[in-house]
């Protein structure tokens, strides 16, 4: 029996370096060992292994869909699989761990047991009504299940009926008559379950307590080596720290030093994570806890730069949200485009519809002299035309700004678009709207100015 073991990563670095090593070291010889790597951001620096590379763009080749188009291998890992078997065809088995996956027992009985099954995932079970991802496999699945993706084994006929599914599916998707795209954990056992495939589980063969999105665990933690084990999300010390920050729900809570985020993180250096955990007060929008952190940052010469953005962490709203939005509700997610960090790709994002909008209060009339503007990094075409438009009140709104010509808006932090007045205005409230039919997904907006004294109350 012929197998391939294949560590799938998007980066690399010491540590996934050291969890690679883990992994192969605990498959038997006579496999095929690789690394899975998604190169769609370029080049990843991977010496000692042979590299079976795959991207994005490299699907849409194929024939499938890049859906959604900002996170779409994320959403389709089952691509990769498709990616791998396609490249070294001909093994029975296929067997791919993630670089986050800790693997901490023989794979051996694994694949001996192997013949018996054909698809082996985690917490396989019939699709509940509540799961997030269940409209996306609704529509395409009578009876739809779901599996974990972390750690798998797959035979080479399994992935060429995933293959062979999700081709179909893309016809359907682009001819409009499937309204949604399958998402991987619901469309992979779904498939199979409809072709009377044998699926297996990954506790049959290890401990799997800890094979779980959250908590992250830090891979010297021993959580990250127990005996007999797999272990999910395991991370190197840096991009714990960050993610764990990042993803904080109550990021107050760090206040605390005896709750659970604060011991997990008052042991590392603030400055490791500073930036991620500020960007999780701003979007919570706990203010009052917040300013206890920015004096905490003030103390350890952290805190951010200040300047004269009238609009910085100020109430914000959109027309709308959608499930790509970064926060729930049209004020939390219109606040990702005033926070004092830059957002990686957008600040907010709302559905697609005529004329969507964002708006800042400024809290008090001040003084404008000018709007900055910093598009998404990805799909920044679809910010092109536009107007910019104050108000006093917030009821009775003055275009200041119309964009009506193709040019590009950029995404550049340090090159955003300008809008500036030759004679300063006075106003509360800044909005933008995208002219027609369209979805509207900033990275940063400024305004520039000056805050004016309260009117004089004569009541």
């Known amino acids: 029996m012929s197998h391939v073991a294949a560590f799938r990563t998007y980066t690399w670095d010491a540590d996934v370096a050291t969890l690679a090593a883990r992994f192969?070291?605990?498959?038997?010889?006579?496999?095929r060992h690789v690394v899975l790597a998604d190169e769609s951001r370029g080049r990843l620096p991977i010496e000692g292994y042979e590299v079976v590379p795959y991207s994005q763009a490299g699907f849409a080749q194929l024939g499938l869909v890049n859906e959604p188009a900002e996170n779409a291998l994320w959403f389709n890992v089952d691509y990769s699989l498709y990616a791998l078997r396609l490249a070294l065809p001909g093994f029975d088995h296929y067997l791919v761990s993630e670089s986050d996956v800790a693997v901490n027992l023989p794979l051996g009985p694994l694949l001996a047991a192997a013949p018996a099954f054909d698809f082996l995932g985690h917490q396989t079970q019939e699709v509940a009504p509540d799961w997030h991802f269940r409209p996306t496999v609704a529509q395409a699945f009578p009876k739809a299940w779901r599996t974990m993706l972390f750690f798998n084994l797959a035979t080479g006929p399994a992935l060429d009926v995933l293959l062979a599914a999700r081709l179909r599916h893309a016809a359907a998707f682009k001819a409009g008559q499937l309204r949604a795209w399958p998402f991987c954990e619901g469309f992979v056992p779904s498939v199979l379950?409809?072709?009377?495939?044998?699926?297996?589980e990954a506790s049959r063969f290890a401990d799997t307590t800890h094979l779980n999105f959250r908590p992250r665990v830090e891979i010297s933690d021993p959580l990250a080596s127990r005996p007999g084990a797999l272990v999910h999300s395991v991370l190197g010390r840096g991009v714990f720290m960050k993610a764990v920050a990042k993803e904080a729900l109550v990021p107050g809570d760090?206040?605390?030093?005896?709750?659970?985020l604060g011991r997990t993180l008052r042991r590392y250096p603030l400055a490791g994570y500073a930036t991620e955990l500020l960007q999780a007060f701003e979007r919570q929008g706990d203010y009052e806890r917040l300013q206890l952190f920015l004096a905490v940052l003030e103390r350890e010469g952290l805190a951010p730069a200040k300047t004269h953005d009238l609009a910085r962490n100020k109430p914000a709203l959109t027309s709308s949200t959608c499930q790509w939005s970064r926060a729930p509700g049209p004020q939390c997610d219109a606040r990702g485009a005033v926070t004092f960090s830059l957002a990686e790709d957008f600040g907010f994002h709302t559905d697609e519809e005529m004329q969507p909008w964002w708006m800042v209060d400024l809290g008090g009339e001040a003084v404008i002299d000018e709007i900055r503007i910093t598009n998404r990094a990805a799909l920044g075409e679809r910010f092109v035309t536009f107007i910019a438009e104050t108000s006093l009140t917030g009821a009775t709104w003055t275009m200041r700004h119309a964009k009506l010509t193709p040019e590009a808006v950029s995404s550049d932090p340090d090159q955003p678009y300008k809008i500036v007045f030759p004679e300063p205005l006075v106003a509360r409230y800044v909005r933008l709207k995208l002219l027609g039919w369209g979805i509207l997904h900033l990275r940063r907006v400024q305004v520039l100015g000056r805050e004016l004294p309260p009117r004089p109350d004569y009541s």
């Open 24 to 31: 192969f070291a605990a498959c038997p010889e006579g496999g």
């Open 193 to 200: 379950k409809e072709a009377g495939l044998r699926l297996e």
């Open 254 to 260: 760090w206040l605390d030093p005896d709750s659970v």
